[in-house]
């Protein structure tokens, strides 16, 4: 979770067990949720996370306007390839249900054989995007190994 006031101890992470939870469904090996500040931070755990290895890395948070909102900044540099249309689906399910989800400026894409995803830091917005990423996850992750597939 990019947040400056949870990794100060300030506010309570939301987000991060429930994608912790979300990711052990779905057959992923996940520690703890990380949170750090918005901004530079953000780019070094990517950055981190990618370098180790893991298959999936989902962010929450820093996807909006305010100054200190640099989750997109950090993450596009990472990936070697963009997947446009994951995030327009996720702003799609968002969309129908507040107008504020047209605001969320997140990235997804692979950083090599790595799934990189930008969710807002809502709860609803995250519950959002792991709807949308549900159907798909095993398919993407397949994909980013190098497994063909049947049209």
């Not at 987000?15 to 953000?42: I, N």
């Not at 640099?70 to 107008?99: F, H, S, W, Y």
Request: proline share 7%; with cysteine.
């Amino acid at each position: 979770m990019a947040s400056t006031s949870a990794a100060a101890g300030l506010a309570e992470d939301l987000t991060g067990p429930v994608l912790v939870d979300w990711l052990r469904e779905h057959g992923f090996e996940v520690g703890e949720p990380l949170v750090v500040p918005d901004g530079a931070a953000v780019g070094a755990a990517l950055r981190a996370l990618v370098q180790v290895g893991s298959a999936v890395v989902i962010t929450t948070g820093g996807t909006g306007l305010t100054p200190d909102d640099l989750t997109p900044e950090e993450t596009l540099p990472l990936l070697d390839r963009q997947v446009p249309g994951l995030m327009e689906a996720i702003r799609a399910v968002g969309l129908a249900k507040t107008p504020f989800a047209a605001l969320s400026r997140g990235y997804a894409g692979l950083a090599g054989d790595c799934l990189v995803v930008n969710l807002p830091g809502s709860p609803k917005g995250v519950m959002d995007g792991l709807g949308v990423l549900d159907p798909l996850i095993s398919h993407i992750c397949a994909q980013a190994q190098g497994e063909h597939h049947d049209h």
